[in-house]
């Protein structure tokens, strides 16, 4: 396209047709024009590949596009479309450049936006932002009227670990309070969303050691049997809440 490429072009639709689902097609795909994608709100990011193999992949790109619509049932995104990124994206290991695959970690972070920006009053704004000392897998900016919620302050900071990863233990949620307090005032919650499970010191708070400001920051974990309750949930917020107040009980 003669002066401009396909991620302004995307970015133009998506200010003119905000509910236009978009697949992203390329011949030379990279991780960080993936990540621009879904930043801008593309539905699928597809290798074009010689051959007619790859359109069975930009088929099920726009199955899964026509899926992403709002239901009573699920505001926001169908259950079924959902679980069909969960199953096809995460549950089974893939390789980045693999035609219409994300990388797993990606893939993790998409879903977990996709199931906050269904909740009612939160909006999953970024994905992968850094900054000079740290990155942010998903930042999710909370107005929800939910009692629950109310209480809590704008930002609720998510951090996600795949498959690959290692479980997460004491230190790994350390870094995730961290990540919480250097936004004093502006968050008290956090999301740790593990498909790995966690490592049994993951769950060991820190309260005998006074922090500064006030208690330490809220930590909601979630691991990959809880993630797809969450995707199964009729009402997700509800859902997030009761799981965010049980562990405020544990």
């Not at 991620?7 to 978009?22: M, N, R, S």
């Not at 709002?70 to 679980?83: Q, T, W």
């Not at 269904?118 to 929800?144: P, Q, W, Y």
């Not at 968050?187 to 006074?210: K, L």
Request: glycine share 6%.
């Amino acid at each position: 396209m003669p002066g401009r490429d396909g991620l302004a072009l995307l970015a133009e639709i998506k200010t003119l047709a905000p509910t236009c689902e978009v697949v992203v097609v390329t011949v030379a795909p990279q991780v960080s024009t993936a990540i621009a994608a879904m930043r801008l709100g593309a539905v699928d990011y597809v290798k074009r590949e010689a051959g007619e193999e790859w359109l069975a992949v930009l088929v099920a790109s726009a199955r899964h596009a026509l899926r992403r619509r709002p239901s009573l049932r699920a505001p926001g995104y169908h259950r079924e479309h959902i679980l069909e990124f969960f199953f096809d994206r995460i549950a089974t290991r893939v390789k980045v450049g693999v035609a219409g695959q994300f990388p797993p970690g990606v893939a993790l972070e998409y879903l977990v936006k996709l199931l906050l920006d269904s909740c009612t009053g939160f909006n999953a704004s970024l994905m992968r932002h850094k900054t000079i000392d740290e990155e942010l897998d998903v930042v999710c900016l909370n107005n929800s009227s939910h009692p629950f919620w109310v209480k809590q302050e704008t930002v609720i900071v998510v951090e996600c670990k795949d498959r690959g990863s290692r479980r997460p233990g004491a230190n790994e949620r350390g870094r995730l309070e961290q990540k919480i307090r250097n936004r004093e005032g502006r968050a008290t919650a956090g999301i740790f969303v593990s498909t790995n499970g966690f490592a049994s010191t993951f769950h060991v708070r820190r309260i005998a050691t006074p922090v500064p400001g006030g208690p330490p920051p809220l930590i909601i974990p979630i691991d990959e049997t809880e993630l797809s309750d969450w995707v199964d949930a009729p009402d997700r917020l509800e859902w997030l809440s009761s799981r965010a107040i049980a562990e405020v009980l544990t």
